[in-house]
């Protein structure tokens, strides 16, 4: 989840604001690690996961590296070394480690990585009390908002580890604070025909691959009033879901046979009943809750399967136009989906799950690279993956916005992601699954 700036957009402000923006999101980082021990903090579960004490490591290298370097007379790195060992993929900078052996990083240590923190922390403190140009202000927020993406890999990837450890310890020490409303009706809200501006609009901080801001036909379509529930999931694995090849695209059934997919991830059948792995350890499956950890392939197959489509990423944010922005994000401490109210109108398009779109990741019409090492950020990631919307419960609130565009490979099923169905044309009233 790699993106970088529109740089004309972001907004500017006196130091002593920044200085407080720096420390609530690098404090926020603290809080989600205090209660893992450096023995969890070690642990690599799979290629695309990394250790939290690498996470921790590579967004303090983002501040060293983007602002520290270049704009520092004389600045004396904290460890020369650490320019490549905690290098993500910046292959203007050199050479890195492969990603898939950050596990095997017992040095630096845990407490050497905080004290590289403290100290590059200090300079940032310093020198943004000394010059708070704007190209600085700039990069800062680049380097605030990477840190918040960080913050979600956090908890994405802890949960996998402790997914696959056979004791399945929890990573939030008390029970979710679920809501139980019981599943409200699915409705169908009805989007006219036209001429939609899409994209960043220039109002604050934006990644690159949210602009230009442009024009699209949209035809006529009607979008889900809520996420799809585990209930409604559970019903179309029992019409054999996952052995019916009709239903999925050749590489999704190629993954289904290949991993022997039968449920979403964290998902385990004892007798009758399903349980779910959730971030404070296995609980019994909520039927009302959203669906949550489906791939791409998994939320195509389920819309079929509905007589349905997933939405493409500008009806959504076409829907997204009408909402307010307000959710379950992480700042409510649930990580964790929550069920949709009892309210009329459409619900849970922010925060609870990331939505998968039917829109591949591509440059919009007239994006250009940025220039230098940003231009590494983003733009060479526009292949082979899908974009979703909307925002997680893990997402911070601050860090998003309605034009956000994440993107995972169609396979990937280890982050917050979840299913909103979409119809052309207007339903019927009344129309269900």
Known sequence: ???????????????????????????????????????????????????TKWHIAHTTWFFETFI?????????????????????????????????????????????????????????????HHDASPRILQLLELGLNHEQQHQELIITDIKHAFWTN??????????IRSVEWGIP???????????????????????????????????????????????????????GGYRRPELWLSDAWDHVCAHSWNAPLYWEQVGDEWTQFTCRGTLPLNLSEPVCHVSFY??????????????????????????????????????????????????????DTWEWTASPYSAYPGYCVPEGIEGEYNGKFMCNQMVLRGGSCITPVSHMRKSYRNYFPPHMRWQFSGIRLAHDGRLPIGATL
Do not use: C
């Open 298 to 351: 998994e939320a195509d197959a389920f819309a079929r399967w509905a007589g349905a489509r997933l939405p493409t990423e500008f009806e959504w944010e076409v829907a997204a136009d009408s909402t307010e922005l307000s959710g379950n994000f992480l700042e409510d401490g649930n990580y964790h989906p929550r069920t949709a109210g009892r309210q009329t109108g459409l619900q849970q398009i922010f925060g």
């Open 185 to 239: 009706s699915l409705t169908w809200h009805y989007f006219n025909e036209g001429i939609y501006e899409v994209g960043h609009d220039k109002g604050g901080f934006a990644f690159d691959n949210e602009s230009p801001r442009h024009f699209t036909y949209i035809k006529p379509f009607s979008l889900a009033s809520r996420l799809i529930t585990n209930k409604e999931y559970l019903t179309f694995m029992a019409d």
């Open 1 to 51: 989840m790699t993106t970088a700036p529109d740089m004309q957009s972001m907004s500017l402000s006196l130091p002593y604001n920044w200085l407080e923006r720096y420390a609530e999101v690098r404090t926020q980082t603290l809080r989600l690690v205090e209660t893992l021990t450096p023995d969890d903090q070690m642990v690599q579960s799979m290629p695309e996961a990394s250790p």
């Open 68 to 128: 520290l370097k270049p704009y520092v007379r004389d600045y004396i790195p904290f460890d020369a070394r650490f320019t490549a060992l905690f290098n993500s993929y910046y292959k203007r900078l050199g050479n890195h480690p492969d990603r898939t052996i950050r596990s095997t990083f017992s040095r630096p240590t845990l407490d050497q990585i905080f004290l590289y923190r403290n100290y590059v922390d200090d300079d940032i403190r310093d020198l943004l």
């Open 166 to 175: 056979p004791l399945r310890p929890g990573y939030q020490p008390n029970q």
